[in-house]
């Protein structure tokens, strides 16, 4: 017979499951804070979406393909933004059909929110793990990126 209790425990031990939970746990941090300094109704999918929009702008199929869902996904995503008036559509000056969208001030005040966001989680860490242990992760995560990224 199988012991589900033993595999249930390796599972939650794997290295996968612990890197997700690990980036989870930071989007989860920096929601919060970003809510503290007024970026209220946001979710993970829009701030997903921000942090993939380039600051000169991104057209919506690229940023379907770079978050990994729909154009329409995306497109539903882009309209919430644009209520919460942190981007704006363009037309596309190299291709009229196609829309590129854009941060509006309201999203570049974001964008500053959001890397003073991960300069205080990585002082938490630094805090947790010490100055020589947070070099170390961020060393190794980067080897790890560049691995799977070769494949």
Excluded at 17 to 36: F, H, M, P
């Amino acid at each position: 017979m199988i012991d589900l209790e033993a595999i249930e425990a390796l599972r939650q031990q794997h290295i996968g499951r612990l890197l997700l939970n690990a980036q989870r746990n930071y989007s989860l941090a920096a929601l919060s804070k970003l809510r503290a300094r007024g970026h209220e109704g946001l979710t993970l999918a829009h701030t997903n979406l921000l942090a993939h929009l380039d600051v000169s702008g991104t057209r919506i199929t690229t940023l379907a393909e770079q978050v990994g869902v729909s154009k329409q996904a995306i497109g539903n995503l882009v309209g919430e933004l644009e209520a919460k008036g942190y981007v704006r559509r363009e037309v596309d000056s190299h291709d009229r059909r196609a829309a590129v969208i854009t941060y509006t001030l309201a999203g570049q005040k974001f964008l500053q929110d959001a890397h003073e966001v991960k300069r205080e989680i990585e002082a938490e860490y630094t805090a947790t793990l010490g100055e020589e242990g947070f070099q170390e992760l961020r060393h190794l995560l980067t080897l790890l990126v560049r691995g799977i990224s070769q494949e």
